[in-house]
Protein backbone atom coordinates (compact mmCIF):
# COMPACT_ATOMS: atom_id res chain seq x y z
CA UNK A 1 0.00 0.00 0.00
CA UNK A 2 1.36 3.54 -0.90
CA UNK A 3 0.67 6.70 0.96
CA UNK A 4 1.09 10.07 -0.37
CA UNK A 5 1.90 12.68 1.81
CA UNK A 6 1.40 16.63 0.85
CA UNK A 7 3.22 19.35 2.06
CA UNK A 8 2.09 23.06 1.82
CA UNK A 9 4.90 25.27 1.68
CA UNK A 10 4.32 29.07 1.55
CA UNK A 11 4.67 30.18 -2.62
CA UNK A 12 6.86 33.42 -2.39
CA UNK A 13 6.27 35.69 -5.47
CA UNK A 14 8.69 38.21 -4.24
CA UNK A 15 10.44 39.41 -1.46
CA UNK A 16 7.11 41.51 -0.28
CA UNK A 17 4.73 39.07 -1.80
CA UNK A 18 3.68 35.25 -0.08
CA UNK A 19 0.99 33.34 0.06
CA UNK A 20 -0.32 29.95 1.93
CA UNK A 21 -3.37 27.91 1.59
CA UNK A 22 -6.51 29.12 2.88
CA UNK A 23 -9.38 26.22 2.44
CA UNK A 24 -10.33 24.17 -0.50
CA UNK A 25 -14.31 23.24 -1.38
CA UNK A 26 -16.78 21.88 -1.61
CA UNK A 27 -16.60 19.98 1.86
CA UNK A 28 -20.33 19.02 1.55
CA UNK A 29 -20.14 16.34 -0.16
CA UNK A 30 -21.49 17.63 -3.78
CA UNK A 31 -17.62 16.26 -5.21
CA UNK A 32 -15.32 17.63 -7.89
CA UNK A 33 -14.61 15.15 -10.87
CA UNK A 34 -11.69 16.71 -12.86
CA UNK A 35 -12.20 19.96 -12.79
CA UNK A 36 -10.65 21.38 -15.58
CA UNK A 37 -11.58 25.53 -15.63
CA UNK A 38 -12.97 28.11 -13.56
CA UNK A 39 -14.65 31.73 -13.54
CA UNK A 40 -15.52 34.23 -10.97
CA UNK A 41 -18.12 36.74 -10.96
CA UNK A 42 -18.84 40.46 -10.33
CA UNK A 43 -20.07 39.39 -6.83
CA UNK A 44 -17.34 36.60 -6.45
CA UNK A 45 -19.36 33.25 -7.08
CA UNK A 46 -16.88 30.82 -8.36
CA UNK A 47 -17.79 28.74 -11.30
CA UNK A 48 -16.10 25.22 -12.20
CA UNK A 49 -16.40 23.22 -15.22
CA UNK A 50 -16.15 19.79 -14.58
CA UNK A 51 -14.68 17.70 -17.52
CA UNK A 52 -15.78 14.07 -15.74
CA UNK A 53 -18.98 14.92 -14.96
CA UNK A 54 -20.29 17.34 -18.05
CA UNK A 55 -21.11 20.06 -15.69
CA UNK A 56 -20.86 22.57 -14.17
CA UNK A 57 -21.21 23.96 -10.53
CA UNK A 58 -21.65 27.44 -8.91
CA UNK A 59 -20.56 28.19 -5.30
CA UNK A 60 -20.61 31.33 -3.08
CA UNK A 61 -16.76 32.91 -3.06
CA UNK A 62 -15.99 30.56 0.48
CA UNK A 63 -17.17 27.31 -0.99
CA UNK A 64 -21.26 26.93 -0.34
CA UNK A 65 -22.56 25.34 -3.00
CA UNK A 66 -25.26 26.96 -4.89
CA UNK A 67 -26.28 25.16 -7.76
CA UNK A 68 -25.08 22.93 -10.89
CA UNK A 69 -26.53 22.22 -14.35
CA UNK A 70 -25.55 19.65 -17.28
CA UNK A 71 -24.93 15.99 -15.64
CA UNK A 72 -23.76 14.29 -18.08
CA UNK A 73 -25.95 15.43 -21.28
CA UNK A 74 -28.85 16.13 -19.70
CA UNK A 75 -31.65 16.97 -21.79
CA UNK A 76 -32.22 20.57 -22.90
CA UNK A 77 -28.79 21.70 -22.67
CA UNK A 78 -28.46 20.49 -26.04
CA UNK A 79 -26.40 17.78 -24.77
CA UNK A 80 -23.53 19.02 -23.43
CA UNK A 81 -20.48 17.15 -22.92
CA UNK A 82 -17.14 17.34 -21.19
CA UNK A 83 -16.89 21.09 -20.19
CA UNK A 84 -13.39 22.05 -20.40
CA UNK A 85 -12.81 26.12 -19.92
CA UNK A 86 -15.52 28.68 -18.55
CA UNK A 87 -16.16 32.23 -18.65
CA UNK A 88 -18.95 35.06 -17.78
CA UNK A 89 -19.71 37.85 -19.44
CA UNK A 90 -20.50 41.37 -17.62
CA UNK A 91 -24.37 40.72 -18.45
CA UNK A 92 -23.81 37.26 -16.57
CA UNK A 93 -23.85 35.19 -19.76
CA UNK A 94 -21.83 31.48 -18.95
CA UNK A 95 -19.55 30.66 -22.09
CA UNK A 96 -18.21 26.89 -22.04
CA UNK A 97 -16.04 25.12 -23.94
CA UNK A 98 -18.17 21.64 -24.71
CA UNK A 99 -15.27 19.68 -25.70
CA UNK A 100 -16.89 16.39 -26.74
CA UNK A 101 -19.30 18.46 -28.91
CA UNK A 102 -16.75 20.97 -30.28
CA UNK A 103 -18.32 24.11 -29.79
CA UNK A 104 -18.94 26.48 -27.31
CA UNK A 105 -22.28 26.50 -24.84
CA UNK A 106 -24.01 29.34 -23.37
CA UNK A 107 -26.11 29.60 -20.50
CA UNK A 108 -28.47 32.03 -18.98
CA UNK A 109 -29.93 31.57 -15.09
CA UNK A 110 -33.53 31.17 -15.20
CA UNK A 111 -33.88 32.23 -11.64
CA UNK A 112 -36.39 34.81 -10.49
CA UNK A 113 -33.13 36.52 -8.05
CA UNK A 114 -31.74 38.82 -9.86
CA UNK A 115 -29.16 41.12 -8.80
CA UNK A 116 -28.05 44.31 -10.02
CA UNK A 117 -24.88 46.77 -8.81
CA UNK A 118 -24.75 44.52 -5.90
CA UNK A 119 -28.30 45.21 -4.67
CA UNK A 120 -30.74 42.19 -4.53
CA UNK A 121 -34.02 42.25 -6.26
CA UNK A 122 -35.90 39.11 -4.61
CA UNK A 123 -35.68 37.03 -1.05
CA UNK A 124 -34.52 33.66 -2.08
CA UNK A 125 -34.15 30.53 -0.17
CA UNK A 126 -30.89 27.95 -1.38
CA UNK A 127 -30.30 24.34 -0.63
CA UNK A 128 -29.14 23.27 2.44
CA UNK A 129 -25.93 22.09 2.79
CA UNK A 130 -24.46 19.33 3.89
CA UNK A 131 -27.46 17.30 2.18
CA UNK A 132 -27.72 14.24 3.08
CA UNK A 133 -26.75 15.60 6.72
CA UNK A 134 -26.00 14.10 9.99
CA UNK A 135 -26.19 15.69 12.35
CA UNK A 136 -26.32 19.43 11.42
CA UNK A 137 -27.08 21.71 8.25
CA UNK A 138 -27.04 25.34 7.37
CA UNK A 139 -29.74 27.11 5.22
CA UNK A 140 -28.34 29.75 2.99
CA UNK A 141 -31.24 32.60 2.02
CA UNK A 142 -30.95 36.45 0.88
CA UNK A 143 -32.82 39.06 1.45
CA UNK A 144 -33.82 41.88 -0.56
CA UNK A 145 -35.13 43.75 1.99
CA UNK A 146 -34.91 43.89 6.14
CA UNK A 147 -37.42 41.37 7.61
CA UNK A 148 -38.01 39.12 10.52
CA UNK A 149 -37.13 36.08 9.89
CA UNK A 150 -37.79 32.25 10.74
CA UNK A 151 -37.44 28.49 9.33
CA UNK A 152 -39.57 25.96 10.10
CA UNK A 153 -38.70 21.85 9.35
CA UNK A 154 -41.47 19.70 8.73
CA UNK A 155 -41.47 15.70 8.41
CA UNK A 156 -42.44 14.39 5.52
CA UNK A 157 -45.63 14.43 6.26
CA UNK A 158 -45.95 17.65 6.80
CA UNK A 159 -45.70 17.79 11.40
CA UNK A 160 -43.72 20.57 12.16
CA UNK A 161 -40.37 19.48 13.54
CA UNK A 162 -38.53 22.77 14.96
CA UNK A 163 -39.07 26.24 14.12
CA UNK A 164 -36.21 28.39 14.46
CA UNK A 165 -36.61 32.16 15.30
CA UNK A 166 -33.16 33.93 13.55
CA UNK A 167 -34.51 37.44 14.67
CA UNK A 168 -34.68 40.19 12.51
CA UNK A 169 -32.37 40.61 9.20
CA UNK A 170 -31.25 43.10 7.45
CA UNK A 171 -31.06 43.08 3.47
CA UNK A 172 -27.87 41.36 2.48
CA UNK A 173 -26.89 37.65 1.77
CA UNK A 174 -27.12 34.89 4.27
CA UNK A 175 -24.92 32.27 2.48
CA UNK A 176 -21.70 31.05 4.50
CA UNK A 177 -21.70 29.35 7.67
CA UNK A 178 -21.14 32.41 10.04
CA UNK A 179 -24.28 33.99 8.77
CA UNK A 180 -26.64 31.40 7.15
CA UNK A 181 -29.72 29.41 9.28
CA UNK A 182 -28.41 26.40 11.77
CA UNK A 183 -30.15 23.63 12.08
CA UNK A 184 -28.49 20.77 14.51
CA UNK A 185 -30.82 17.76 13.33
CA UNK A 186 -32.98 18.35 17.12
CA UNK A 187 -36.71 18.74 17.29
CA UNK A 188 -38.32 21.03 19.59
CA UNK A 189 -37.54 18.35 22.46
CA UNK A 190 -33.67 18.42 21.82
CA UNK A 191 -33.50 15.25 20.63
CA UNK A 192 -32.24 14.17 17.76
CA UNK A 193 -34.73 13.30 14.06
CA UNK A 194 -34.15 9.87 12.24
CA UNK A 195 -33.35 9.35 9.00
CA UNK A 196 -35.66 10.51 6.23
CA UNK A 197 -36.97 13.09 3.88
CA UNK A 198 -37.73 16.46 5.70
CA UNK A 199 -38.73 20.28 3.99
CA UNK A 200 -37.63 23.38 5.11
CA UNK A 201 -39.74 26.92 4.98
CA UNK A 202 -38.00 30.42 5.04
CA UNK A 203 -40.71 32.72 6.68
CA UNK A 204 -39.34 36.31 5.75
CA UNK A 205 -41.96 38.90 6.30
CA UNK A 206 -44.51 38.26 3.80
CA UNK A 207 -42.36 36.03 1.82
CA UNK A 208 -42.34 31.91 2.22
CA UNK A 209 -40.23 29.46 0.19
CA UNK A 210 -40.05 25.68 1.01
CA UNK A 211 -37.71 23.18 -0.37
CA UNK A 212 -36.63 19.38 0.38
CA UNK A 213 -33.64 17.79 2.82
CA UNK A 214 -32.48 15.12 3.48
CA UNK A 215 -31.30 13.48 7.39
CA UNK A 216 -28.81 10.66 7.24
CA UNK A 217 -28.40 8.96 10.19
Same mark, same amino acid.
Given at each position: ???? =?????????????? @???????????????????????????? @????????????????????????? &???????????? @?????????? =??????????????????????????????????????????????? @???????????????????????? =????????????????????? &????????????????????????????????
Amino acid at each position: MTFL =VCLIYPLVLSAQEE @YVFVRSFPSDGTGLWCPKGLAVDSEGNV @YVAEYRNYRIQKFTSDGVFLTKWGD &KGTKGMGFSWRF @YGIAISPSRL =VYAADTGNHCIKVFRSLSKQAITWGKIKQTELYQNYPNPLNPETWIP @YRLAESADVSISIYSESGKLVRKL =VLGHKEAGSYLDRSRAGYWDG &KDGSGELVSSGVYFYELEAGSYYEIKKMIVMR
